[in-house]
């Protein structure tokens, strides 16, 4: 009796050993993990964090790519930033006017031509709130001489002002919704550091519920707010501005 009561403890101890070791590799593996400030050394990123305002943000799973990291971001197309890359460290943000390759039609000239100018008017202000940059310029000029900057460049690559014809019969679907497709790089001097590829048509519940009713520019004043809130959120977490949330 006693020797079986031995035999019995020792496999307890053997299992509880294995699952130990089973629970630390876990936790080495998870996405999770380690705060964005030492992802970069543990060699991925958490996928989830906690903004500011309380809401739970996703910027999906990290892989290596180009050396650097890929994400596999739920509200962009593509994502990647350089290896050594965090957004932190920097004097100045400089965010350059807007460039375009998009096609449009005449009368789209008025609304593409509002989509350049607002669109970095409202990454400043995305990112003027999230506190990483001591100062975010829209102009060269207005750069200090010596500082240490970044410059964000955005080009419109794809581009429809929408209409409401449309939007009154399938706009809940997508139809007659504005399309807007922008490719950004942040370059430190000649290096690129961040690229993305983000689009958007009409992402807000209004603009496909009630967009017949709503203007052209209106709606795509949201979808430029949404791409700018879904960047700043991707910096704001990879800066290490928001916990990580498991």
């Known amino acids: 009796m006693k020797t079986k009561n031995l035999l019995e403890n020792k496999v307890r101890t053997l299992c509880l050993i294995a699952l130990a070791a089973s629970l630390a590799g876990c936790a080495t593996t998870d996405q999770n993990g380690p705060s964005a400030g030492t992802a970069a050394n543990a060699g991925h990123f958490p996928v989830r964090y906690q903004a500011t305002d309380g809401r739970i943000i996703s910027i999906g799973k990290s892989s290596t790519a180009k050396d650097g990291w890929a994400f596999k971001e739920p509200h962009m197309d593509e994502c990647w930033i350089a290896g050594d890359f965090t957004f932190n460290g920097y004097d100045t943000l400089y965010i350059a006017p807007t460039l375009s390759t998009a096609k449009f039609q005449n009368?789209?000239?008025?609304?593409?031509?509002?989509?350049?100018?607002?669109?970095?008017?409202?990454?400043?202000r995305e990112l003027d709130a999230k506190g990483i940059f001591g100062k975010i310029v829209l102009s060269e000029s207005e750069i200090a001489p010596g500082a240490h900057v970044l410059k964000l460049e955005n080009t419109i690559t794809e581009y429809s002002k929408g209409g409401g014809a449309a939007r009154y019969w399938v706009g809940v679907y997508g139809g007659?919704?504005?399309?807007?497709?922008?490719?950004?790089?942040?370059?430190?001097?000649?290096?690129?550091?961040c690229a993305f590829n983000m689009r958007r048509s009409g992402v807000s519940g209004g603009a496909r519920v009630f967009g017949a009713y709503m203007k052209d520019e209106d709606i795509q004043i949201e979808d430029i707010r949404s791409l700018a809130l879904d960047f700043g959120d991707f910096a704001a977490a990879i800066a290490g501005k928001y916990p990580a949330k498991n």
């Open 107 to 124: 009368d789209e000239t008025h609304p593409h031509e509002l989509a350049k100018q607002n669109l970095p008017i409202e990454l400043k």
């Open 176 to 193: 007659g919704q504005p399309v807007l497709r922008v490719l950004g790089k942040i370059t430190d001097g000649d290096k690129t550091v």
